[in-house]
Structure formats: structure tokens, C-alpha cells
């Protein structure tokens, strides 16, 4: 008889991904909003992303710990809402049936709300998907993309896996992105310029003016993305969306999703508003919506009516937004961020692998990233219960 070896799930996973090429893919596993393209690893493990960043990765133990308080994927804790919950639950009988006649009337809404024609969208199972898969339409034949430094890496890292190079811009001193030297950085192999505005991971805005007049004036030359994944957490967030250049005839893309302020992350859902003839592009290597389920799609729909959730998501946000600012502050921390989005970067005066371990430790689940020189934590915005299990395992670690 043949010997049985019982293998829990989290070595099953490790032991999986540390096959060809795999290791390569093993520090992100359980960090819910990274790419999965190659990364590029220095001596201790850690994730360089440019001259200016780098990521401090945990070690493979550390992956899937036991938290109290997962601060590291700002994923929204009060979600999905009563009235999402409902009509998914209502919906998974039907889960036997494609859901193209549902995601039509899930489409049509968006238009409604976003103003611009069904046309003009495209849904995919999460903004992030759709990040991916217009980096591979718009790169595979090389070219660069520039975006500020640091950013969002999604779109960037598929870029670089299918041939593009990468030129980042630093952020200017007040966390907002140098729009002029971003438009000198372009030249005739830029084939996209990449923004994520609120930006990821620092937490900020550029200006609405300025960014406004950027992405009318440049999109006449070269594509703009810009990644709004973070804006309704503004309580104008609407006012500072740049899809109103859509109806101008710009080659503008504006990416938007359901897993933040409708705390739909594990549902993927999300979507982009762009020209026709862009969408076309894309349509030639995928069907966007195809990835979404049909209990999914009813969520969706059901969310976007559900305005006394979205209310209490972003007023719940913001009330633990001021609580870490205070008890950041404290600490003698006053160089923190001011954030517009579900989460706070602030620095920190120590190498971000033992911060790492020491908050994992505690059962505190956060980020730890180095640009400008500095180190810096990004914790996500969880519950107020969650955040005073935050603060105190901070006043632990860096006391």
C-alpha cells in the first residue's frame, strides 16, 4: 500500500509556485492587486520596480498568515452592500447560463451613469484585467509607456513582459504627478501614457485643472490611461473624473471598478470608458465581460443603486482615514500623506523586511515600500476595530 502524505493547502501552494519559473511569481502570491508578470529581485528578495522604487516583499512563510487585521489590499471591510449580497444571492441559480443579455443591461447603466454611450464601454472581471490586457494590445510590437514613479505596476510590468520599456517620472514634492516633465518624457516610441489618479501607493491627487488640460492636449498625440480606481472615495469624485473628454473626442482610457468603494473585490467587476475604435483594439484578444459571472453582474447592478452604502463607505473611510492621521502623529509621524483614497502611506524609520515581520507577527497584514530614499508603510483603510489593532501594533514596533 502506497504511503498517504497529508499536505495543507498554503505548503501545497508554495510548493507549486516554486516550479519553473515560478519563483518568480511566489512573493506576490496572497497580495490581491499585484501583476503576475516577472519580477526583478535584488539580493534580499525584494521587488525593483526603478532607481526611484522597490518593494519590500515577506518572506514565503509570511504569505498567508493568520491576520486580525488584513490592512494590505485595500479592500474595502463593509462590502459587498446589503442590496449587492441580495441580488447575487437571488442570481446563482442561474449560474448554469452565460450572462451576455444581463451584462448588456449592466453596460447600458454604466453609460447612464458615466454619461457616454454603451459603445464607449467595456467590462472585464476587475479594472485590473483590463490594465493588463490593453498594455498587451498596445505593446506587443514594443514601444514605452510612461507613468509617474511610483504608480500602480499592473499595466506597467505586462507592458515590460511582452517587450515595452518603462519610463517613469518621479513624482513631484507634493506627491502629484510632474504632468510637463511626463509630457517631455514622450517621444515617437511612446505608445501610451499611464496615470493613476488618486495614485497607488502614495495616496494622492494631481490637480483636476491640470490634469485635465494634460490629457485633452496629449491624447491628440499619444493614448492617455488614466486609472480612477480610487475616485469615489472623493465626495466630488465625479466632478474630477476625466471621462467627460470621452464626449470631446479624445483618445482618452478611464478605467473604473467595483472592488473599492462597493467592496466588490472578490467579485470582479470593473470596467473602462474609451473611443470606439479603442475598444475595437482590444476586442481582438478579448471579450472583456466574458470573465464575469452572471450572479456577479446582478451584484453590480444592484450596487450602483445601493447610494446609502457608497455613502457609508466613504464616510466609514474617512473617519478611520483621521483616526491614523492622529495616531500617526502621536508617534511624531507628521510626514504621512494626505490620502484621497482607502489607504495611508507614511514613513518609517526602519528596513521594511523586519517592519514586515514584526507587524505579520502581531497579526497585522501591510505594505512596505521604498521611494525617495525613504521607507514607508501603506496600511489600507479596514474597520475602526482594525485600525486600533493597527495603531497598536505599531506603537509596538516602532516604540
Not at 494634460?214 to 486609472?227: I, L, Y
Request: glycine share 6%; hydrophobic share 40%; charged share 25%.
Amino acid at each position: 500500500m502506497g504511503t498517504t502524505t497529508n499536505i495543507n493547502r498554503r505548503d501545497w501552494i508554495r510548493k507549486s509556485v516554486l516550479t519553473a519559473g515560478g519563483a518568480m511569481a511566489l512573493p506576490y502570491m496572497g497580495l490581491a492587486e499585484t501583476p503576475k508578470a516577472p519580477l526583478t529581485l535584488d539580493a534580499e528578495g525584494n521587488a525593483i520596480y526603478s532607481p526611484f522604487f522597490k518593494e519590500y516583499l515577506p518572506k514565503p512563510e509570511d504569505l498567508m498568515p493568520e491576520l486580525a487585521a488584513k490592512l494590505n489590499a485595500n479592500e474595502n471591510p463593509y462590502g459587498p452592500s446589503p442590496m449587492a449580497m441580495e441580488a447575487f444571492k437571488n442570481s446563482v441559480s442561474g449560474g448554469n447560463r452565460y450572462a451576455w443579455k444581463e451584462l448588456f443591461q449592466l453596460v447600458d447603466k454604466i453609460a447612464d451613469f458615466e454619461k457616454v454611450e454603451s459603445k464607449n464601454i467595456m467590462m472585464g472581471p476587475g479594472s485590473s484585467d483590463l490594465l493588463e490586457k490593453t498594455a498587451m494590445v498596445f505593446f506587443k510590437d514594443g514601444g514605452n509607456v510612461v507613468s509617474a514613479d511610483p504608480s500602480y505596476m499592473s499595466l506597467i510590468r505586462v507592458a515590460e513582459s511582452v517587450g515595452a520599456t518603462w519610463k517613469p517620472v518621479p513624482l513631484k514634492e507634493d506627491w502629484s504627478h510632474d504632468l510637463k516633465a511626463m509630457e517631455e518624457a514622450i517621444d515617437d516610441q511612446t505608445k501610451l501614457v499611464y496615470i493613476c489618479n488618486p495614485n497607488n501607493p502614495t495616496g494622492s491627487m494631481t490637480d483636476h485643472e491640470e490634469l485635465v488640460d494634460f490629457c485633452s492636449r496629449v491624447s491628440e498625440k499619444v493614448p492617455v490611461f488614466v486609472d480612477e480606481a480610487y475616485l469615489w472615495f472623493l465626495e466630488d469624485g465625479a466632478k474630477k473624473s476625466m471621462v467627460s473628454l470621452i464626449n470631446q473626442g479624445k483618445n482618452v482610457i478611464i478605467a473604473r471598478t467595483f472592488s473599492k468603494i462597493h467592496g466588490m473585490a472578490g467579485l470582479r467587476v470593473g470596467y473602462i470608458v474609451a473611443l470606439e475604435e479603442t475598444l475595437d483594439r482590444l476586442k481582438k484578444i478579448t471579450r472583456g465581460g466574458m470573465g464575469i459571472t452572471l450572479p456577479s453582474v446582478y451584484g453590480a447592478i444592484a450596487a450602483m443603486d445601493d447610494a446609502d452604502f457608497i455613502d457609508k463607505s466613504r464616510t466609514l473611510n474617512a473617519e478611520c482615514r483621521e483616526y491614523v492621521y492622529s495616531s500617526l502623529k502621536q508617534l511624531g509621524i507628521d510626514s504621512y500623506v494626505p490620502s484621497s483614497t482607502s489607504f495611508i502611506i507614511f514613513p518609517i524609520q526602519m528596513e521594511g523586511k523586519p517592519f514586515l515581520e514584526r507587524m505579520t507577527e502581531l497579526k497585522v497584514g501591510v505594505r512596505a515600500f521604498q521611494f525617495m530614499d525613504q521607507n514607508w508603510c501603506r496600511v489600507s483603510m479596514g474597520t475602526m476595530e482594525e485600525m486600533k489593532t493597527f495603531t497598536s501594533a505599531l506603537n509596538k514596533v516602532l516604540v
